[in-house]
């Protein structure tokens, strides 16, 4: 969905099918003819860190370079089929372990080195080998036995075990095809700042924490899938601002200094920053809801005292969490019933599972021992009940659903401390099961998302920071992936989201929106799936 800002209120959200059916229709609603050059500068909340796809941990790597920078095999569009763009076509084997792409005869990545099967083929290996240290890649790529050139412009991916989810992996951005001879003279550094792809956009320069710029690929002479021409981007040059404060990056936007800005719903302050910006009729949205899983609050299940299913089911119901994005996340999204968005998986009897309902939290913490004490704070065997919140804070500040969830709880008599922490020692902490409570939000596909989030595997890794293990999960999670049957396979989806929200292993806050706000002048823009924008098309006018 796409809108001018000041001139429809505070709007509404239409459902996926209205949404999608505006975006095909109308891309970013150009207004005047294609215009050649010019910079777009963007603000986004954070630096990515990286712009390595296979290394990276951080959906800004993708977000950024998804569709502008590097390429994959397959693209998945707004209405989330799949379109051929590496690859001209697939085939499934009928037991659904080896896939067979035939690749286009005309990429050439940046460093001039042709696309083939042997390319395909390395990226692969090169994500899976122990001596690399993939990011979210290694999880999309999990039972693969390796990869089969037949020739130079076909190549066979193999797996152990049937596997439903790979296309929407290899239309993901995390199994994007690099450059093998220019990755190989790279250092790992260097990869990490400037990966060598095919896209239409190179990265020119990167300044931790200040910017990211990209230049225009004047060889660039394919359609991009979605794309409305043929040949290279009408831009320059695009600028990404890493501006972390939600009101310096309105302000920004507002004065002209950046064209366009990303309005993230859990970080700090998207929804006052977004109805500032729909009174200002120079402004235009672009809204459409997120692929993935839920905005999580996750509960390790391995410390104290959040190792109780009965202290996890208290704070779930103890939160009034559709207060809490009324409040906060105006027109950011909705709130959450079940692990999984209901973009991925629409399932109505989740939203059951945890009404709010303090009373019910306190017999809970009271079944579980916790009994009121002094200063409105629970004892149990003389300590209080303390958790620690592992807070991401980007520089802009903690989320801002942190402190609203610290007062309810502390109605409860439940004292939350808040570990306000930059990436890095936060995703360590992570790793390490270190702290009771943390957040999470992964941009995904597939429902196999809840592979990362819950898979035993992973636990000390990305993303099961629940550090939460359990064979019958372990076993829906291996069914689910090895199930082609559509409809069988989101039954065993819909009975996992169940199981884990029994086990109060997470609290689904709310379903994102993924909403970016331009100014007027800026036209042909376009989204994906995954709703990552594509600037191929993208142009500046006066």
Request: charged share 15%; aromatic share 10%.
């Amino acid at each position: 969905m796409h809108r001018l800002i000041g001139r429809n209120g505070h709007g509404r959200w239409w459902g996926v099918a209205v949404v999608v059916a505006a975006l095909a229709a109308t891309g970013a609603g150009a207004v005047a003819a294609p215009v050649t050059g010019g910079t777009l500068t963007i603000g986004l909340t954070a630096d990515p860190t990286m712009m390595d796809p296979h290394a990276s941990a951080a959906a800004a790597t993708y977000l950024v370079g998804s569709l502008n920078v590097f390429e994959s095999l397959l693209y998945q569009a707004p209405d989330g089929t799949f379109a051929p763009w590496l690859a001209t076509g697939y085939q499934i084997s009928p037991d659904g372990k080896t896939f067979t792409f035939t690749l286009r005869q005309d990429v050439r990545f940046t460093d001039g080195t042709p696309l083939n099967a042997d390319a395909v083929k390395w990226n692969l290996d090169r994500i899976v080998n122990p001596n690399f240290r993939a990011g979210g890649s290694l999880s999309a790529l999990v039972g693969y036995t390796g990869a089969t050139a037949v020739n130079d412009r076909t190549v066979q991916v193999h797996f152990k075990d049937p596997y439903a989810p790979f296309l929407a992996y290899v239309a993901g951005g995390t199994l994007a095809i690099l450059s093998p001879k220019a990755t190989a003279a790279q250092t790992p550094q260097e990869t990490q700042r400037a990966p060598i792809a095919s896209g239409p956009f190179t990265v020119s320069d990167y300044v931790t924490n200040d910017h990211l710029a990209l230049l225009r690929n004047a060889a660039y002479n394919r359609r991009a899938p979605g794309s409305g021409h043929q040949g290279p981007p009408y831009l320059d040059r695009i600028v990404w601002k890493f501006i972390p404060e939600a009101e310096t990056r309105a302000i920004t936007l507002s004065s002209g200094e950046t064209q366009m800005i990303y309005v993230l719903g859990y970080g700090t302050g998207g929804g006052q920053i977004l109805a500032q910006l729909r009174r200002d009729p120079r402004l235009v949205e672009d809204t459409r809801p997120f692929p993935g899983s839920a905005y999580l609050w996750l509960a390790n299940v391995r410390l104290a005292p959040t190792d109780d299913v009965r202290v996890r089911r208290a704070i779930i119901y103890g939160i009034n969490r559709r207060a809490i994005i009324s409040a906060v996340y105006r027109g950011l999204g909705a709130p959450a019933c079940g692990m999984v968005s209901h973009v991925l998986l629409a399932d109505p009897e989740a939203c059951s599972y945890y009404p709010y309902d303090p009373q019910r939290a306190r017999r809970l913490l009271d079944e579980a021992g916790w009994k009121m004490g002094p200063n409105n704070l629970r004892v149990k065997d003389g300590h209080p009940l303390t958790l620690t919140f592992n807070s991401l804070n980007l520089g802009g500040g903690d989320f801002p659903d942190v402190q609203p969830v610290q007062a309810q709880l502390l109605e409860l008599g439940i004292d939350l401390k808040i570990k306000s922490q930059a990436f890095g020692p936060f995703a360590a902490d992570n790793f390490h099961c270190a702290d009771n409570l943390g957040t999470i939000f992964l941009r995904a596909n597939d429902e196999d998302t809840l592979y990362a989030l819950f898979a035993t595997a992973n636990i000390g890794t990305n993303f099961n920071w629940s550090c939460y293990s359990n064979a019958q999960v372990d076993q829906l999670l291996a069914a689910g992936r090895s199930t082609l049957d559509p409809a069988k396979r989101r039954a065993i989806y819909v009975q996992l989201d169940h199981l884990l929200l029994d086990q109060a292993v997470a609290m689904p806050m709310m379903d994102e929106l993924s909403v970016w706000v331009r100014r007027a002048n800026v036209s042909g823009v376009r989204y994906n799936y995954s709703t990552y924008p594509a600037f191929v098309d993208a142009y500046l006018t006066k």
